[in-house]
C-alpha cells in the first residue's frame, strides 16, 4: 500500500513529538492572581500556548470567543469587565476540551462548576487544574509510547502514513466515544431543557 509513499520511521515521530509540545500549558503560577480584562486573558493565552497552534493564523482564545462562552453559560459572566483567576482556568479547560468536544458537552461537564460558583459556593478549582496538569503529563508519555507501538504495528503491515494516521485517529475516536458517554451518563443534558 503506497497511496502516500512518505517515508515516516520513530526519528520523524519523535521530531513531530517536539514539534506539538504536548506539556505547553498554562501553569499555575502564569496565573495572576488578580482580576484580569479580556484583552489581559488572550495575551497570556496567545504568549504561553502559541507554540501549540497548528498554523500562525490560528487563535486560541478572541473576545467573541469568551462572550459566546459567558453566553452559551460555560463560563461566569466577568465582574466589572474582569475575569478572576476562577474563569481563567475554566477559559484553559474549554479550549482543551473544545479539541475533542462539541460546545454542548463541555456546557453539561462545567454547568456544575458555573453554578457553583455563580453562587458563592466553594470550589477548589486549582486543587482540580493542578491534578489535570499532572495527568495531562503522564497521558503525553503513554500517546508518545502508544504512537510509537502503532507506527511499529503498521510498519510490519507495510503500511503507509495514511494506514497510520487512520490507526491512530481511530484510536482519538475511541477516547472521544468514551468520553461522550461518560457525559451522557453522569452529567445532565442542558439542551432537554
Do not use: C, W
Amino acid at each position: 500500500m503506497n497511496n502516500v509513499d512518505l517515508e515516516l520511521d520513530l526519528n520523524n515521530l519523535k521530531m513531530i513529538f517536539e514539534d506539538l509540545h504536548f506539556n505547553n500549558e498554562i501553569q499555575p503560577e502564569q496565573i495572576p492572581n488578580l482580576d484580569l480584562y479580556m484583552d489581559q486573558v488572550i495575551t497570556l493565552f496567545e504568549s504561553n500556548l502559541f507554540e501549540t497552534k497548528r498554523s500562525v493564523e490560528d487563535k486560541l482564545l478572541t473576545k467573541t470567543m469568551i462572550n459566546n462562552y459567558t453566553k452559551d453559560k460555560l463560563l461566569m459572566a466577568a465582574k466589572k469587565k474582569k475575569y478572576t483567576r476562577d474563569h481563567v482556568i475554566l477559559m484553559i479547560i474549554i479550549y482543551n476540551l473544545k479539541q475533542s468536544l462539541a460546545i454542548n458537552d463541555i456546557k453539561n461537564v462545567l454547568k456544575p462548576i458555573v453554578e457553583k460558583i455563580e453562587n458563592n459556593e466553594k470550589v477548589d478549582i486549582d486543587s482540580l487544574y493542578n491534578k489535570y496538569l499532572l495527568i495531562k503529563t503522564n497521558n503525553s508519555e503513554e500517546i508518545k509510547a502508544s504512537a510509537e507501538q502503532k507506527l511499529k504495528e503498521v510498519k510490519d503491515e507495510d503500511g503507509d502514513v495514511l494506514l497510520y494516521i487512520l490507526s491512530i485517529i481511530d484510536m482519538a475516536n475511541g477516547y472521544r466515544k468514551i468520553a461522550e458517554k461518560l457525559i451522557d451518563k453522569f452529567f445532565e443534558n442542558t439542551n432537554e431543557k
